[in-house]
């Protein structure tokens, strides 16, 4: 399916169980992607290229996390996946992560001509430990 502009800003809680280190990996396309972990960049795909692939990784201690994602979609075919593995390569739960009420999803329609994401620091490959911290244990 093809689609003219516009962002989409998901949020979610993932739940932590076991302290390790775990892999996140992002694919889109006509357009780009940013995931964040709190405040931290886990991976920002510039939205004005044709989309890809991109990866980062954490070191995470048991919790509770909230994290986001969005996407940027500049036209095209509409397509994202986000993936977490944990450190033995096996995908993590759907099960450990859950949505804030009301509306995870905010879905802002086309972008004006005129607009532009905000500029990000560049991702950095891992994250230190200390750099995160679960809001919840």
């Known amino acids: ?18 302290e ?12 780009g992607a940013q995931l964040r972990l709190g405040n931290m960049i886990v991976f920002d795909d510039d939205p004005y290229t ?12 048991p919790g509770i996390y909230p994290m986001s994602l969005s996407y ?4 095209g075919p509409v397509s994202l ?10 995908p993590y739960p759907a099960e450990h992560f859950r949505t804030l009420p009301p509306g995870p999803v905010s879905f802002y329609g ?9 500029n990000a620091p560049a991702a950095p490959n891992s994250l230190p430990p200390s750099d995160i911290a679960p809001i919840q244990r």
Do not use: C, N
């Open 72 to 75: 940027y979609h500049l036209g």
């Open 20 to 31: 390790q280190d775990y892999s996140f990996a992002l694919r889109s396309s006509g357009g």
């Open 110 to 118: 086309q972008l004006p001509s005129w607009a532009a994401p905000v």
């Open 50 to 61: 044709e989309g890809g692939e991109g990866s980062g990784r954490a070191h995470l201690k």
């Open 1 to 18: 399916q093809h689609a003219e502009r516009f962002y989409v800003h998901y949020r979610t809680f993932v739940t932590i169980d076991k």
């Open 81 to 90: 996946q986000m993936e977490m593995r944990d450190e033995s390569g096996e």
